[in-house]
């Protein structure tokens, strides 16, 4: 090609015909500018296809961590509503009036309502993407605005975990220590299985619940933390909510 261009502007030389020559040069820059044109625009093709992948890449990375955590929230949303509603049925039999409710009974909410989860979603590579500004790269802005607001609503969530532990073992169990028989309560019965250990074998005090189903004090502890798990309970739906959200916006990018 370049020895064609090279004959044509010999053979306009030797002719002396200057138009024709000037018309030649102008016509050759033009498609060495042409040229250049398609080649930046092939490059920038090629830029923005491995631009495009690493986008779906990282869409499908949030998207598995996402219904990861989804799938584990409501796990525990489950096991806090039942809590939850064991602290109910508790509250209800605490009475002026002793109503003689079997031992075994109360053991049974005290246990259902003492072991509540806590959320702890995996965040690693979510926190990774955010950090390492690869965020930057998703293009729909509606969900990089979502998925950069992960921590702030993790973060609301996780105060109101604090408010109710620092309640339930710093006031709930200590007041338990004191009036009730810890030891037969059934807490975490699992662990024994699973971690090959021999249960610890029950108490040979026997519990005497009047004083504690009778008394004001501890029907306020229990409400009280009642209270503090319908607000983990309004975090853990709003967290279901954003998660949900976020997971339909990821599926609606990713091709």
């Not at 690493?54 to 499908?60: A, N, P, R, V, Y």
Request: aromatic share 10%.
């Amino acid at each position: 090609m370049l020895k064609f261009f090279r004959a044509i502007r010999q053979k306009l030389i030797k002719e002396d015909n200057l138009k024709k020559y000037l018309i030649y040069a102008i016509g050759e820059i033009l498609l060495v500018v042409i040229g250049i044109l398609i080649a930046l625009q092939i490059n920038n093709w090629n830029e923005n296809r491995k631009e495009l992948a690493k986008e779906q890449l990282i869409l499908q990375s949030l998207e598995n961590n996402l219904v990861f955590n989804l799938q584990e929230l409501k796990t525990t949303l489950e096991s806090t509503i039942e809590g939850y509603n064991a602290t109910l049925q508790l509250l209800e039999s605490i009475k002026p009036e002793y109503s003689n409710t079997k031992i075994f009974v109360i053991d049974s909410l005290l246990a259902i309502m003492l072991k509540y989860y806590t959320y702890d979603p995996a965040t690693g590579a979510l926190e990774e993407i955010i950090n390492s500004g690869e965020l930057n790269i998703i293009q729909n802005e509606n969900l990089k605005t979502q998925v950069s607001n992960w921590s702030s609503v993790i973060s609301d969530a996780r105060k109101n975990l604090d408010i109710a532990d620092d309640h339930l073992y710093n006031v709930l169990i200590v007041y338990l220590m004191e009036n009730s028989n810890l030891r037969n309560i059934p807490r975490q019965m699992h662990l024994f299985e699973k971690l090959r250990l021999s249960k610890i074998p029950p108490s040979n005090f026997t519990a005497d619940y009047k004083s504690l189903l009778t008394s004001l004090k501890f029907e306020n502890f229990v409400n009280q933390h009642a209270w503090n798990l319908i607000w983990i309970i309004n975090e853990y739906s709003n967290i279901q909510s954003y998660l949900e959200t976020t997971i339909n916006l990821l599926e609606a990018e990713i091709k």
